[in-house]
């Protein structure tokens, strides 16, 4: 009885329709950024960030060194896009679910996946997964705008009545260090 059962387990799964096996593809080369205001592009590194980015360009001094921080507070203040292309093969462009995963932007920012707005970013501590399947191509372009945190939390401030302690940064969610600490620049 065993052996038969066995058989028709095997025969069972024999025809089962082959399944969509998960793939996995990590979008961290051949990315550039710019200051918005500007044409032309650079290098960057992602993960990573405006300053370190601006920083092995060698576009700004380091901010960890003497009062460098004090003449860097303009990043801040601008507004930043990274961009990637990538290629897809048909195997992949098959596939009946396709996601991008991000695992952190920082903080205010709008994600293009091909000129199609997919994702608007408010909070430094979320993920986020976006079903692009309908918009990938064999060649795509996934361009980052990432938004000065000052204009939302000047924003925020004017609809209160009243001042609260810690300045602006109390309406962003982001890492608190990022607005200066002993050990951290501003």
């Not at 024999?14 to 990590?26: G, L, R, S, T, Y």
Request: proline share 4%; net charge negative.
């Amino acid at each position: 009885m065993i052996k038969y059962l066995f058989i028709l387990v095997l025969v069972f799964f024999a025809c089962q329709p082959k399944q969509d096996v998960p793939i996995e593809m990590e979008l961290h080369k051949n990315w550039q950024f710019k200051n918005i205001k500007d044409n032309v592009w650079l290098n960057a590194t992602i993960p990573g960030n405006v300053h370190t980015d601006l920083l092995d360009n060698k576009i700004i001094e380091n901010p960890f060194i003497g009062n460098n921080e004090i003449k860097l507070q303009w990043i801040s203040e601008n507004d930043w896009e990274y961009k990637t292309q990538f290629s897809l093969d048909e195997e992949v462009l098959q596939k009946k679910h396709i996601e991008l995963n991000f695992e952190g932007l920082d903080t205010y920012g709008n994600v293009f996946l091909n000129d199609s707005l997919i994702l608007k970013s408010n909070n430094a501590f979320r993920q986020s997964k976006v079903d692009v399947k309908s918009i990938l191509k064999a060649e795509n372009e996934l361009r980052i705008v990432l938004k000065s945190t000052t204009k939302f939390e000047e924003r925020e401030k004017a609809k209160l009545p009243y001042e609260l302690p810690e300045g602006n940064r109390i309406f962003t969610r982001k890492a608190q260090f990022q607005y200066g600490w002993d050990w951290a620049p501003k």
